[in-house]
């Protein structure tokens, strides 16, 4: 009850952030995390904040608010997934439209030499495990519905490229991101990637992963080795699971780090993770369901306070990332990721919070539409 709580009453609040931000991936994460209500209950009400979106952000002629793709952005595609299902519930030409212009826009995404798209062109010949969650499950969807002879191999080779750059098979754990041309001055000069291991960032990744593989999958087709990689990536960050709390440290592998603490939205993308890899059989359930649960139970427990009868999330990173070339700070140092601000409510763990949730009530069948 205390996360259906949540999740109503923070999509409900979530109104008027949408109506003042322009077009962003946190908004996108929590429209699909009211979608992914909508669907574990069939709850109308829970549409409410995706329609205000729609509203908002797309006009008649499907023009996107606050949409630049001259900034060619892997983080301005991720909302567009919610426009899938508002074309489905409406049939109004504006969201294929809109579908259709961003796909346009990750037609040209620069690429690395290895076919991986840039994060940013702001961040030349990067490759980010986030981007992996921003761009692949829009593309996958978009070939999906719409593609002449999808067979997702550009999505599947771009995973393979992350897999044999970003891994690092001693720890088992996967780096922020990676610099295709050693130039920029996070870069390690040997293999370019950053120099540890964000918890969101390996979050992100896991959750693309869950994604893709359910498009795909609903194309009729296989991704085993989508399999492959997230019981990888799972395992890998299970070595490191915190006992006593069931979570996970922000610097993943550095648990007596000064400063590092039991982060909150990469934990909950974990969750989501492990619960929907089991829903779609990527995953054993006998042995991951109830990680996932515990988590989730973790989070409830540990991580939400109530305040005059409203419930906060707390512990969760505003924001952190890799550069650009004139901030050297954000350098992906362990002490870079320890040194970014600790908030409530954020976007990206309480959306993410709430996709856990929902995928725990379609695993288990509580109020899941028929």
């Not at 754990?173 to 040997?190: I, K, M, N, P, T």
Request: glycine share 8%; proline share 4%.
């Amino acid at each position: 009850m205390v996360l259906e709580k949540f999740a109503r009453d923070y999509l409900d609040g979530y109104q008027e952030q949408l109506f003042h931000n322009k077009w962003n991936y946190t908004g996108g994460c929590v429209l699909m995390a009211g979608k992914y209500m909508y669907e574990a209950t069939g709850d109308a009400s829970y549409l409410k904040v995706i329609r205000h979106f729609a509203s908002r952000y797309v006009d008649e002629n499907g023009t996107i608010f606050g949409y630049d793709p001259e900034e060619h952005n892997v983080d301005l595609m991720c909302s567009g997934k919610i426009l899938f299902p508002l074309y489905d519930w409406t049939g109004e030409e504006r969201f294929r439209n809109g579908i259709e212009t961003i796909m346009a826009n990750l037609r040209e995404q620069p690429r690395t030499n290895e076919g991986s798209f840039w994060h940013k062109l702001i961040y030349p010949n990067q490759v980010w495990l986030d981007g992996l969650y921003m761009a692949q499950p829009f593309y996958v969807e978009y070939e999906r519905r719409f593609g002449a002879h999808p067979d997702f191999q550009d999505t599947l080779r771009q995973f393979d490229v992350v897999r044999n750059r970003l891994f690092d098979e001693k720890k088992q754990l996967y780096y922020h991101g990676y610099d295709e041309s050693r130039q920029v001055f996070w870069a390690d000069q040997e293999t370019g990637c950053s120099p540890s291991f964000w918890l969101r960032s390996m979050g992100w990744y896991v959750m693309a992963l869950v994604d893709c593989y359910d498009q795909i999958m609903q194309a009729g087709q296989a991704a085993q080795s989508l399999a492959q990689l997230l019981k990888e990536a799972l395992d890998g960050l299970l070595r490191y699971q915190d006992a006593e709390s069931c979570l996970f440290y922000q610097v993943i592998d550095q648990p007596d780090l000064p400063g590092n603490y039991l982060e909150t939205s990469g934990s909950a993308m974990i969750a989501y993770a492990l619960l929907k890899g089991v829903r779609l059989r990527m995953l054993d359930a006998e042995r991951y369901a109830p990680i996932g649960r515990n988590i989730l139970c973790a989070l409830e427990a540990g991580k939400m306070r109530m305040d005059h009868g409203t419930l906060h999330l707390k512990d969760i990173c505003r924001t952190a990332g890799l550069g650009p070339a004139d901030d050297l700070r954000r350098n992906g140092t362990p002490a870079y990721y320890v040194s970014e601000p600790i908030v409530e409510d954020n976007a990206h763990g309480s959306a993410a919070l709430i996709m856990a949730y929902s995928q725990e009530r379609m695993l288990s069948g509580k109020g899941e539409r028929k």
